[in-house]
């Protein structure tokens, strides 16, 4: 089978390396010149476990190519899966400009019937200005071509994208015709043969399970931030609470941990859609506008609890590991660490920051405003404090001997709870965690 996968960033490279992994002819298109000119050369424009690996192998293989040029690409394709990004816009809904450009394009470009696959997280009603979009450019050219348009939101986890995509919970198929059906579970089928389902419903409900999911989502990541506030306050342990909670079979295990605040480029932006979503049809989603609420909140937790211990910052150096919004990613949009590294600056601060791959996303953002320092010991030398940001593993395990004698103080705020507080008191520091005030 031959695909078209628009837009290459972790969605559309990881979806498309992985559907050629297994045999699918897969051409990756992207308006980035810049970057399609860099995976014609071997180099990955983001870090993916993994990824660079697979992606050498099928693009050597033949099966996987990449272009700028969208015309070209789908001549071929039975499928075409728009994987744009859908930032939000002023209002906070999605700005679906990307998705229907491309839309656009298809519908100048396209010559025969093929299925127009949406995977990027689009609104409700999408589906229908997608094909509104495709059929007036068919209508223009006096064209009688068909085509299915197909919703199939995107699920994976980035820094184990290509662990999710391959065994994926569930592949969600929004489709409303049988030709297209066939083609996506074909599509689909090798990810499939260790009982993942593919869950067929309408288009609408296809496009709200992703925002319901990532909702759902963020609400037990702020529902567990609020109370580990208050369990600090009560002199409770949040940490107990949650294997406490967690044993419930109806509660589960999963996403309960308290910390900074959730980020990434996909929770923020679509918490944001869906309350716009149910704004603009009359309906309050007051659970979510408190989700954002605490979320907001609670980023800047580790500099109040900074600013507590201190009463002032300025002067001081503070060290940070981790900048990336979760370990094993260079992401940085909506990071917790951008706003706990503003507010560090703001209160006066000299910040010293380490991340095992986020160095180059930092740079774009902080510049010269804060020390990158070549490793996680380094980023302690003369520093008041150190704060843990991400819980990348080489963080879990240090030399807790070696920390004692490059920091000033020897002071932890951690922002993801990934010490036993008992033996970090006894290796000699002062410990502040989230959700536990220790004496
Ligand atoms: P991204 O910003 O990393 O990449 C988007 C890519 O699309 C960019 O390379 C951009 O140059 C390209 N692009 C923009 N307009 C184009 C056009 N007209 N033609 C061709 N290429 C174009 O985005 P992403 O993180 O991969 O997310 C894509 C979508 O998937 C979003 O809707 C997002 O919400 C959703 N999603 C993301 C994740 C995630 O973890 N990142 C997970 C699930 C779903």
Known sequence: ?????????????????????????????????????????????????????????????????????????????????????????????????????????????????????????????????????????????????????????????????????????????????????????????????????????????????KYTANSMLATKISFMNDIANLCELLGADVNKVREGIGSDKRIGPYFIHSGTGYGGSCFPKDVKALIRTGNDNGYDLKVLKAVEEVNDLQKSVLVRKLLKRFGSLEGKTVAVWGLAFKPHTDDMREAPSLVIIDELLKHGAKVKAYDQVAFKEAKKVFGDRIIYSKDQYAALEEADALLIVTEWPEFRDPNFTKMKTLLKNPLIFDGRNIYDPKEIKEAGFEYHCIGLKLT
């Not at 033949?62 to 939000?88: C, N, Q, W, Y």
């Not at 298809?106 to 409700?124: A, E, F, L, R």
């Open 1 to 209: 089978m031959n695909i078209t996968v628009v837009g290459t960033g972790y969605v559309g490279l990881v979806s498309g390396t992985c559907f050629a992994e297994t045999g699918v002819n897969v051409t990756c298109v992207d308006v980035d010149k810049n970057k399609i000119e860099m995976l014609n050369n071997g180099i990955m424009p983001i870090y993916e476990p993994g990824l660079s690996e697979m992606v050498d192998r099928n693009f050597k293989k033949g099966r996987l190519h990449f272009s700028t040029d969208l015309g070209s690409a789908i001549k071929d394709s039975e499928v075409v899966m728009i994987a744009v990004g859908t930032p939000p816009g002023e209002d906070g809904s999605a700005d679906l400009q990307y998705v229907l450009a491309v839309a656009k394009e298809i519908g100048s470009q396209m010559d025969h019937y093929m299925i127009i696959v949406n995977k990027s997280t689009v609104p409700v009603g999408t589906g229908d200005k997608v094909r509104k979009t495709v059929q007036a450019e068919l209508n223009k050219r006096n064209s009688d071509t068909g085509f299915d348009i197909v919703s199939n939101p995107e699920f994976l986890r980035e820094g184990q994208a290509i662990t999710d995509f391959l065994k994926p919970d569930r592949i969600i198929v929004g489709v409303e015709s049988e030709s297209a059906v066939k083609v996506i579970n074909r599509l689909y089928k090798p990810f499939m043969l260790n009982g993942h389902p593919v869950i067929e419903m309408d288009i609408k409900s296809a496009e709200m399970t």
